[in-house]
Protein backbone atom coordinates (compact mmCIF):
# COMPACT_ATOMS: atom_id res chain seq x y z
CA UNK A 1 0.00 0.00 0.00
CA UNK A 2 1.73 3.25 -1.50
CA UNK A 3 2.17 6.52 1.33
CA UNK A 4 0.19 8.74 -1.04
CA UNK A 5 -3.00 7.83 -2.15
CA UNK A 6 -4.35 8.79 -5.74
CA UNK A 7 -7.31 6.97 -7.58
CA UNK A 8 -6.63 4.02 -9.91
CA UNK A 9 -8.36 5.67 -12.73
CA UNK A 10 -10.02 8.94 -14.05
CA UNK A 11 -11.00 9.57 -17.68
CA UNK A 12 -12.12 12.97 -19.55
CA UNK A 13 -12.83 13.68 -23.42
CA UNK A 14 -10.64 15.64 -25.38
CA UNK A 15 -10.80 18.95 -24.83
CA UNK A 16 -12.37 18.62 -21.06
CA UNK A 17 -10.25 19.20 -17.82
CA UNK A 18 -9.48 16.83 -15.45
CA UNK A 19 -7.58 16.39 -11.97
CA UNK A 20 -5.78 13.95 -10.02
CA UNK A 21 -5.49 14.03 -6.29
CA UNK A 22 -3.32 12.69 -3.72
CA UNK A 23 -3.62 12.42 -0.42
CA UNK A 24 -1.40 11.67 1.90
CA UNK A 25 -0.19 12.99 5.53
CA UNK A 26 1.30 15.34 7.96
CA UNK A 27 4.40 13.78 7.56
CA UNK A 28 4.59 14.35 3.66
CA UNK A 29 2.56 16.38 1.86
CA UNK A 30 1.39 18.32 4.40
CA UNK A 31 4.60 19.37 6.31
CA UNK A 32 7.18 19.91 2.82
CA UNK A 33 5.75 21.80 -0.88
CA UNK A 34 8.03 19.12 -2.59
CA UNK A 35 5.79 17.43 -4.21
CA UNK A 36 6.39 16.37 -7.70
CA UNK A 37 4.38 14.68 -10.32
CA UNK A 38 5.29 12.37 -13.10
CA UNK A 39 3.57 10.91 -16.14
CA UNK A 40 4.55 7.27 -17.52
CA UNK A 41 3.84 5.99 -20.42
CA UNK A 42 4.45 1.83 -20.10
CA UNK A 43 7.84 1.01 -21.67
CA UNK A 44 8.94 4.10 -21.67
CA UNK A 45 10.76 6.57 -19.17
CA UNK A 46 8.94 8.57 -16.69
CA UNK A 47 8.70 12.50 -17.57
CA UNK A 48 8.67 15.08 -14.76
CA UNK A 49 5.63 16.87 -15.17
CA UNK A 50 5.60 19.08 -12.31
CA UNK A 51 7.96 19.87 -9.06
CA UNK A 52 7.68 21.66 -5.96
CA UNK A 53 3.90 21.78 -6.02
CA UNK A 54 3.01 24.06 -8.90
CA UNK A 55 6.02 24.20 -10.85
CA UNK A 56 6.46 23.64 -14.74
CA UNK A 57 9.58 22.33 -16.48
CA UNK A 58 10.97 23.79 -19.64
CA UNK A 59 9.36 22.07 -21.98
CA UNK A 60 6.09 20.96 -20.55
CA UNK A 61 2.42 22.36 -21.57
CA UNK A 62 1.07 25.18 -19.47
CA UNK A 63 -2.13 22.90 -19.75
CA UNK A 64 -0.33 21.00 -16.67
CA UNK A 65 -0.84 22.10 -13.08
CA UNK A 66 -0.13 21.30 -10.12
CA UNK A 67 -1.50 22.74 -6.63
CA UNK A 68 -1.84 21.89 -3.04
CA UNK A 69 -4.27 22.13 0.07
CA UNK A 70 -3.11 20.88 3.66
CA UNK A 71 -2.44 17.02 3.42
CA UNK A 72 -3.69 16.74 -0.22
CA UNK A 73 -2.14 17.84 -3.49
CA UNK A 74 -3.74 17.96 -6.69
CA UNK A 75 -2.67 17.83 -11.07
CA UNK A 76 -4.36 19.27 -12.92
CA UNK A 77 -4.69 18.83 -17.05
CA UNK A 78 -6.71 21.21 -19.12
CA UNK A 79 -7.34 20.51 -22.91
CA UNK A 80 -7.21 16.96 -23.04
CA UNK A 81 -5.30 15.45 -26.08
CA UNK A 82 -5.15 11.83 -26.70
CA UNK A 83 -1.27 11.94 -25.91
CA UNK A 84 -2.04 12.55 -22.17
CA UNK A 85 -3.53 9.11 -21.88
CA UNK A 86 -0.62 7.23 -19.87
CA UNK A 87 -0.29 6.80 -15.97
CA UNK A 88 0.43 9.81 -13.56
CA UNK A 89 2.26 9.29 -10.31
CA UNK A 90 2.46 11.76 -7.10
CA UNK A 91 5.48 12.00 -5.37
CA UNK A 92 6.31 14.04 -1.76
CA UNK A 93 9.80 14.31 0.80
CA UNK A 94 8.70 12.32 3.37
CA UNK A 95 9.93 12.89 7.17
CA UNK A 96 10.62 9.04 9.24
CA UNK A 97 11.52 5.99 7.05
CA UNK A 98 12.23 6.75 3.52
CA UNK A 99 13.28 10.57 1.96
CA UNK A 100 10.24 9.97 -0.80
CA UNK A 101 7.14 8.46 -1.10
CA UNK A 102 5.19 7.88 -4.44
CA UNK A 103 1.68 7.65 -4.83
CA UNK A 104 0.06 4.25 -6.11
CA UNK A 105 -0.17 5.75 -9.77
CA UNK A 106 -3.47 6.80 -11.89
CA UNK A 107 -4.27 5.94 -15.49
CA UNK A 108 -6.18 8.61 -17.07
CA UNK A 109 -8.14 7.31 -20.49
CA UNK A 110 -8.99 10.10 -22.62
CA UNK A 111 -11.99 8.73 -24.05
CA UNK B 1 21.30 13.79 -25.33
CA UNK B 2 21.09 13.68 -21.90
CA UNK B 3 20.36 10.03 -21.15
CA UNK B 4 20.38 7.48 -18.52
CA UNK B 5 20.92 3.69 -19.32
CA UNK B 6 20.01 0.59 -16.82
CA UNK B 7 21.66 -3.04 -16.94
CA UNK B 8 22.27 -5.76 -15.20
CA UNK B 9 18.74 -7.11 -14.35
CA UNK B 10 17.85 -10.69 -14.79
CA UNK B 11 16.90 -13.79 -13.09
CA UNK B 12 17.88 -14.60 -9.83
CA UNK B 13 16.99 -16.71 -6.95
CA UNK B 14 15.92 -15.96 -3.67
CA UNK B 15 18.95 -14.91 -1.69
CA UNK B 16 20.63 -14.42 -4.51
CA UNK B 17 22.28 -11.14 -5.53
CA UNK B 18 22.58 -8.97 -8.68
CA UNK B 19 24.03 -5.67 -9.45
CA UNK B 20 22.40 -2.87 -11.88
CA UNK B 21 24.06 -0.09 -13.38
CA UNK B 22 23.09 2.91 -14.81
CA UNK B 23 25.21 4.47 -17.21
CA UNK B 24 25.04 8.55 -17.20
CA UNK B 25 25.84 10.12 -20.66
CA UNK B 26 24.88 13.96 -21.90
CA UNK B 27 25.87 15.72 -18.81
CA UNK B 28 27.95 16.39 -15.93
CA UNK B 29 27.13 13.59 -13.87
CA UNK B 30 29.71 14.30 -10.62
CA UNK B 31 27.47 17.25 -9.97
CA UNK B 32 23.90 15.33 -9.90
CA UNK B 33 22.52 13.62 -6.75
CA UNK B 34 20.78 9.83 -8.26
CA UNK B 35 17.98 7.72 -7.04
CA UNK B 36 17.26 4.60 -7.58
CA UNK B 37 12.87 3.93 -7.63
CA UNK B 38 11.59 0.57 -8.73
CA UNK B 39 7.91 -0.39 -10.13
CA UNK B 40 6.92 -4.01 -9.06
CA UNK B 41 4.52 -6.05 -11.55
CA UNK B 42 1.05 -4.22 -11.17
CA UNK B 43 2.14 -1.63 -8.55
CA UNK B 44 3.28 2.34 -8.70
CA UNK B 45 6.68 3.66 -8.11
CA UNK B 46 8.95 2.48 -5.32
CA UNK B 47 11.55 5.27 -4.07
CA UNK B 48 14.31 2.71 -3.53
CA UNK B 49 17.95 5.11 -2.87
CA UNK B 50 19.80 8.20 -3.06
CA UNK B 51 23.41 8.90 -3.28
CA UNK B 52 25.00 12.47 -2.89
CA UNK B 53 27.40 13.59 -5.75
CA UNK B 54 30.64 12.52 -3.94
CA UNK B 55 28.63 9.48 -3.12
CA UNK B 56 29.15 10.57 1.08
CA UNK B 57 26.24 10.51 1.69
CA UNK B 58 23.53 7.53 0.89
CA UNK B 59 19.95 7.04 1.78
CA UNK B 60 17.39 4.04 1.91
CA UNK B 61 14.04 2.82 2.23
CA UNK B 62 13.52 0.93 5.13
CA UNK B 63 12.71 -2.63 3.43
CA UNK B 64 16.13 -2.26 1.39
CA UNK B 65 18.13 -1.24 4.42
CA UNK B 66 20.96 -3.96 5.42
CA UNK B 67 20.34 -5.66 1.64
CA UNK B 68 21.16 -3.00 -0.74
CA UNK B 69 24.09 -0.64 -1.61
CA UNK B 70 24.01 2.62 -3.89
CA UNK B 71 26.94 3.15 -5.08
CA UNK B 72 28.43 5.70 -8.14
CA UNK B 73 31.33 5.73 -10.14
CA UNK B 74 32.30 9.63 -11.01
CA UNK B 75 35.25 8.50 -13.08
CA UNK B 76 33.08 6.15 -15.05
CA UNK B 77 29.81 8.49 -15.01
CA UNK B 78 28.04 5.06 -13.46
CA UNK B 79 25.86 4.74 -10.75
CA UNK B 80 25.31 1.35 -9.02
CA UNK B 81 22.60 -0.54 -6.92
CA UNK B 82 24.28 -3.71 -5.36
CA UNK B 83 21.46 -6.01 -4.35
CA UNK B 84 21.67 -9.11 -1.41
CA UNK B 85 19.54 -11.30 -0.14
CA UNK B 86 16.90 -10.30 -2.34
CA UNK B 87 13.54 -11.57 -2.27
CA UNK B 88 10.16 -12.18 -4.18
CA UNK B 89 8.94 -8.77 -3.21
CA UNK B 90 12.23 -7.07 -4.43
CA UNK B 91 10.99 -8.36 -8.09
CA UNK B 92 10.44 -5.03 -10.01
CA UNK B 93 11.57 -2.62 -13.43
CA UNK B 94 14.38 -0.59 -11.70
CA UNK B 95 14.72 2.69 -12.62
CA UNK B 96 17.71 5.43 -11.96
CA UNK B 97 16.68 9.15 -11.98
CA UNK B 98 18.78 12.11 -11.87
CA UNK B 99 17.32 14.83 -9.11
CA UNK B 100 18.28 18.45 -10.47
CA UNK B 101 18.41 20.71 -7.48
CA UNK B 102 19.43 23.31 -9.57
CA UNK B 103 15.04 23.08 -10.60
CA UNK B 104 14.77 21.83 -6.74
CA UNK B 105 14.27 19.79 -4.39
CA UNK B 106 12.77 16.23 -6.01
CA UNK B 107 13.21 17.24 -9.10
CA UNK B 108 13.90 13.89 -10.94
CA UNK B 109 13.99 15.47 -14.29
CA UNK B 110 15.79 12.80 -16.13
CA UNK B 111 14.94 8.92 -16.37
CA UNK B 112 15.75 5.94 -17.55
CA UNK B 113 13.98 3.18 -19.35
CA UNK B 114 14.33 0.13 -16.48
CA UNK B 115 15.76 -3.02 -16.10
CA UNK B 116 13.78 -5.89 -14.87
CA UNK B 117 14.60 -8.13 -11.95
CA UNK B 118 13.18 -11.24 -11.36
CA UNK B 119 13.43 -13.20 -8.06
CA UNK B 120 12.10 -16.94 -8.13
CA UNK B 121 12.97 -20.04 -7.61
Known amino acids: QSALTQPASVSGSPGQSITISCTGS?????????VSWYQHHPGKAPKLMIY???KRPSGVSNRFSGSKSGNMASLTISGLQGEDEADYYC???????????FGGGTKLTVL | EVQLVESGGGLVQPGGSLRLSCAAS????????MTWVRQSPGKGLEWVAN????????NYVDSVKGRFTISRDNAKNSLYLHMNSLRAEDTAVYYC??????????????WGQGTMVTVSS
Open chain 2, 51 to 58: IKEDGNEK
Open chain 1, 52 to 54: EVN
Open chain 1, 26 to 34: SNNVGRYNL
Open chain 1, 91 to 101: CSYAAGSTDWV
Open chain 2, 97 to 110: AREDLLLGRGAFDI
Open chain 2, 26 to 33: GFTFSTYW
